[in-house]
Antibody
């Protein structure tokens, strides 16, 4: 069974950094592109970043480019999202997700990140 | 960026009723993907490649459309179908979602 378990999020002051992780199990992690998607409470979904199976290709939405870094450690079956220079508008629940023909296939339980002073 | 607009934003349906949710794109997309999300839970893939049902999705659901206009239809509403449904496109980065349609049980 595919499992994606995100690390705890937290309350972060605007301008500071936070790294969240996603531990994967139940599938061959190194074979799959992975994504981060966020959801503002009671609002919709927004794609944030993607990474190729090898980690050699990374893709970001414009609003996080230069501030967020997606990475992966295939030997540890773990996906990361480093968020620097956090803004209040980055406050959301962040989900990691696998990629398949179904689109964003399996999703983690989500981790809440709040940027507030 | 391709903007996806879903309508209606909220809809109420009684058991047995037919429900249709539409998703319109600002530019043509090759396929649309649909996700179901229930309160407190993560989204689940529901329909992919416009009309293919994900594993476990009841066949009372169907998807159709092309170009800039797509729809998700429930032939006969059931209690368990109450949820929020999101459409999404992979045709052009950034990958975008519709704003969601909340389907409530009447």
């Amino acid at each position: 069974e595919v499992q994606l378990v995100e690390s705890a999020g937290g309350l972060v002051q605007p301008g500071r950094s936070l790294t969240v992780s996603c531990a994967a199990s139940g599938f061959t992690f190194s074979n799959y592109a992975m994504h981060w998607i966020r959801q503002v409470p009671t609002k919709g979904l927004e794609w944030v970043a993607s990474i190729s199976p090898s980690g050699g290709g990374t893709y970001y939405r414009d609003s996080v480019k230069g501030r967020f870094t997606i990475s992966r450690h295939n030997a540890k079956n773990t996906l990361y999202l480093q968020m620097d220079s956090l803004r209040s508008e980055d406050s959301a629940t962040y989900y990691c997700a696998t990629h398949s023909e179904l689109g964003f296939d399996s999703w983690g339980q989500g981790v809440m990140v709040t940027g507030s002073s | 960026e391709i903007v996806l607009t879903q309508s209606p934003t909220t809809i109420g349906a009684s058991p047995g009723e037919k429900v249709t949710i539409t998703c319109r794109a600002t530019s043509s997309v090759s396929y649309i993907y649909w996700y179901q999300q229930k309160p407190g839970a993560s989204p689940k893939p529901w329909i992919y490649d416009t009309s293919k049902l994900a594993s476990g999705v009841p066949n009372r659901f169907s998807g159709s459309g092309s170009g800039t206009s797509y729809s998700l239809t429930i032939n006969t509403m059931e209690t368990e179908d109450a949820a929020t449904y999101y459409c999404q496109q992979w045709s052009s980065s950034p990958w975008t979602f519709g704003g969601g349609t909340k389907l409530e049980l009447k």
